[in-house]
């Protein structure tokens, strides 16, 4: 039996989609097999918790079974969408489950492991947290969007889903095309104080950042004076 209680997935949903967004920065950073190997796990990781959730041992055991152990994703997940989707018709959707379990496994131990591996076994993540959602009759959050421009081969932003996880590289000046663009769309933007920078984002300004929008972001100076940051305006706010 369980050594901790089941924890609803209504409770743990937010929980869920802020992991998988970390797993997606972590997944964006990697550069080496090892990296890709940890995204493997974190993987596995990911789907055990998830697991952990969704499976109930008072709903969900299946008769003349041992209830599954608290680590054995595959065996809670298969028993939880076997008892919400019963019959041969909804076999897919379970061996989906499982092929994402195995997917993790095989990336956390392959000593080939590439990106294309690792984010085949984050993605597999996200389609069973889908699943399981739909299941359980939950909504999932919409993907943040990014908000931000392209200026040449260069894309600037100032909100995205991954952006305040990402690696911090050396700023970089505000190149006057990306000004001229601001301008050209009306979008309200000035330079602000770094030591102000709390109250900047209190007034609905937010800072902008040069980001590959995968493993790494600049803040962006006014090039005269490094202690002032390019700011932003959130309409909304």
């Known amino acids: ?16 989609e802020a992991s998988l967004s970390t797993l997606r920065a972590q997944l964006g950073r990697g550069s080496t097999v090892q990296d890709f190997q940890q995204v493997g796990h974190q993987s596995r990781e990911f789907l055990i918790t998830l697991a952990q959730s969704v499976h109930d041992p008072a709903k969900h055991s ?15 997940l298969g028993a939880f969408i076997s008892h ?12 989906l489950a499982r092929s994402a379990v195995d997917m993790a496994n095989a990336v956390q131990h392959d000593r080939m492991a590439t990106k294309q591996d690792a984010q085949l076994a984050v993605e597999g993540c ?21 908000q931000g421009i392209s ?8 909100g995205g889903p991954t952006l305040h996880a990402l690696d911090d590289r050396d700023p970089v000046p505000a190149p006057e095309p990306l000004l001229h663009e601001l301008r050209a769309r009306g979008i309200t933007h000035r330079f602000g104080t770094k030591a102000k920078l709390r109250n900047h984002l209190a007034q609905g300004w937010a800072p902008a950042w040069e980001t590959d929008r995968h493993s790494w972001r600049r803040e962006v100076l006014y090039g005269a004076d490094g202690d002032q940051v390019l700011l932003i305006k959130n309409e909304a706010a």
């Open 1 to 16: 039996m369980y050594l901790t209680p089941h924890i609803p997935l209504m409770s743990s949903l937010d929980a869920l």
């Open 62 to 76: 299946l008769p003349n079974t041992e209830t599954p152990s608290r680590t054995d994703a595959k065996a809670m």
């Open 84 to 95: 919400t989707l019963p019959g041969e018709g909804h076999e897919e959707a379970r061996r």
């Open 126 to 146: 996200a389609a069973v947290l889908a699943i399981a959602a739909i299941l359980s009759g939950e909504s999932l959050a919409p993907a943040e969007a990014w």
């Open 151 to 158: 200026v040449g081969n260069r894309y600037f932003a100032w």
